[in-house]
């Protein structure tokens, strides 16, 4: 069936080193969304991508939709303490919602 | 590791009827699990947080007693849409906070088209 690959499933990085996250979907996405979970909070959206080879930026954060649109990264340069939690991608396929499990960023001082 | 079921993971209905959505936490007990709604190509919103034991805590804008959520058990939440009219389309997300651990786990969602 249709599914969304993340990873890694953890990242551990010292404050200030770069951190990048993949989605691999088995199907082609019309679009894919990306969510940030903080600890015991709900998801937050991030950002919507749409368009092949699709590149957005969000401050120090960057999201690219593959050419194929069967994969999107999300790169953060520099992590600082703020950005720790779970990442999620959402991608929708044929009417339907697949998302990945989530990328746990863990950033120490 | 930890798995949320969502059933059913799709569903049609007639305009009028109702619809009930379970969402069950497999191998983790869950004091507290949560409601979100996705509209196509809109981000997810959280509906209501379902807590076991005790009546639900609705988000503002989102009424009540057309979406009647019950948390029966510490492995079971179910979401029913009352009435159910074509605005009620969309894709129904459950995730449950493991009790011990504090995580919280998705589940697979469920379509919900309303003719």
């Known amino acids: 069936g249709q599914q969304v690959m993340q990873i890694p499933q953890y990242q551990h990085v010292q404050e200030g080193e770069d951190f990048t996250t993949y989605c691999n979907s088995s199907t082609t996405l019309s679009n894919i969304q990306w969510y940030k979970q903080r600890p015991g909070g709900h998801p937050v959206f991030l950002i919507q991508?749409?368009?092949?080879?699709e590149v957005k930026k969000q401050k120090r954060l960057t999201f690219q939709f593959g050419e194929a649109k069967k994969n999107s990264s999300l790169h953060i340069t520099a992590t600082q303490t703020t950005d720790v939690g779970t990442y999620f991608c959402w991608g929708g396929s044929q009417g339907n919602l697949i998302f990945g499990k989530g990328t746990k960023l863990s950033v120490k001082p | 590791g930890a798995v949320v079921s969502q059933h059913p993971s799709r569903v049609i209905c007639k305009s009028g009827t109702s619809v009930k959505i379970e969402c069950r936490s497999l191998?983790?007990?869950?004091?507290?699990m949560f409601w979100y709604r996705q509209f196509p190509k809109q981000s997810l919103m959280l509906m209501a947080t379902?807590?076991?034991?005790?009546?639900?805590?609705?988000e503002q804008g989102v009424e009540k007693d057309k979406f009647l959520i019950n948390h029966a058990s510490l492995t079971l939440s179910t979401l029913t849409v009352t009435s159910a009219h074509p605005e009620d389309s969309s894709f129904y997300i459950c995730?449950?906070?493991?009790?011990?651990?504090?995580?919280?786990?998705f589940g697979p969602g469920t379509r919900l088209l309303v003719l």
């Open positions: 995730s449950a906070r493991d009790s011990r651990l504090g995580t919280q786990y």
């Open positions: 991508l749409v368009k092949s080879g």
């Open positions: 191998d983790f007990q869950a004091t507290t």
């Open positions: 379902s807590n076991e034991g005790s009546k639900a805590t609705y």
